[in-house]
């Protein structure tokens, strides 16, 4: 079947026609509309996605608490990519700050074509070790604000038959994590999340793709307070690259993207290996601050 790229195709960057072929799939055609939203924009695979979204030729608002630092890189993005980037520093822990992004991705006439819910938070310590405030922290973010979030983005996104929504889940979600952390329970959410919402979906020509990263290096282990060493090595990631192998797996269908072949094998067997065996793995290895 002989058909041309629709202009969403096009912001994708140069990707070849054979690859454009295979994948094109009417009913689940990616919805790389103009403009993108990205929660947790300032810093680490945020910002990667902003700055490979713009490069891409989307359109942004760029949303996270500090809006010195929102403008900052919006100034960058325009500059660099003459992308207009519009700011909307909001708490995602806060319900006003859920309401000011909700209200965003529901606005109809400037329609949002791609959500990347990518603001999150770690806890360092075991679950009696935090107070209830900060478990309930993070899970308002890593949970509560990517349901609120996805649930006010997808409507206008059917209604239209095209759309995208990532949402930054972790490989740590596969499994338990270090023991106690609450961290990897609020991540296997994201990711069953994602794969269920995406089968309400899968008709609508919506993509829903839950981003399943390992180490990447950013400012994320120091906010938890984490002593991860000088983050060289094999494990350890590259945000931009991390970015750009999504963008491909959401291109391609994928549901649950996994970056590299390490990090893949790591998924597959926490995913298949039995619970005691990863639980006593994960005892011998923890990190986690008793
Ligand atoms: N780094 C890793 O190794 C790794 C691995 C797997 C998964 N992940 C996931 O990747 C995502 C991004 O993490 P990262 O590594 O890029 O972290 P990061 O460098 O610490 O960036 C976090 C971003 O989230 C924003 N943010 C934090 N609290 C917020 C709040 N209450 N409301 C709105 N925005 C908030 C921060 O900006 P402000 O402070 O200005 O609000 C910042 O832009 C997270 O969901 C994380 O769980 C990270």
């Known amino acids: 079947m002989i058909f041309s790229p629709r202009p969403e195709f096009a912001l994708l960057g140069r990707v070849p026609q054979a690859a ?5 799939r009417p009913a689940t055609v990616v919805g790389m509309t103009q403009t993108a939203l990205v929660t947790g924009a300032t810093a680490g695979i945020g910002a ?9 030729g989307h359109d942004l ?24 980037a ?28 791609l959500l990347v819910n990518n603001a999150g938070i770690g806890l360092a310590r075991a679950f009696l070790k935090n107070s209830l405030d900060d478990e309930l922290r993070q899970l308002d ?32 979600g596969f499994g338990t994590t270090a023991p106690g952390s609450t961290y990897g329970a609020t991540k296997s959410w994201v990711t069953a999340f994602s794969e269920s919402v995406q089968l309400s979906v899968r008709n609508s020509g919506v993509r829903v793709m839950a981003l399943c990263p390992g180490l990447v290096r950013t400012e994320f282990h120091e906010r938890a307070g984490l002593d991860v060493g ?33 990090y893949k094998a790591i998924a597959g067997l926490l995913r298949h290996l039995p619970r005691p065996v990863i639980n006593a793995a994960m005892i011998r290895s923890t990190r986690v601050r008793k």
């Not at 454009?20 to 094109?24: A, R």
Request: include cysteine; glycine fraction near 6%.
């Open 20 to 24: 454009i072929t295979q994948t094109y």
């Open 48 to 56: 990667a996605f902003a700055r490979a979204l713009a490069a891409r």
């Open 61 to 84: 608002v760029l949303v996270a608490r500090d809006r010195m630092r929102l403008e900052k890189l919006a100034t960058d993005l325009r500059g660099a990519y003459g992308s207009t």
């Open 86 to 113: 519009s700011v909307l520093p909001a708490d995602l822990t806060q319900d006003t700050g859920c309401a000011a992004v909700e209200q965003r991705l529901s606005d109809v006439d400037n329609p949002i074509g």
């Open 141 to 172: 973010l890593n949970v509560r604000a990517v349901l609120r979030l996805t649930h006010a983005a997808l409507p206008p996104m059917v209604a239209r038959g095209n759309g995208s929504v990532i949402n930054v889940s972790s490989v740590a």
């Open 230 to 262: 000088d983050r060289r090595g094999a494990m350890w990631l590259d945000a931009d690259a991390l970015v750009a192998t999504a963008l491909d797996d959401l291109r391609r269908g994928r549901t649950v993207s996994v970056p590299t072949v390490r």
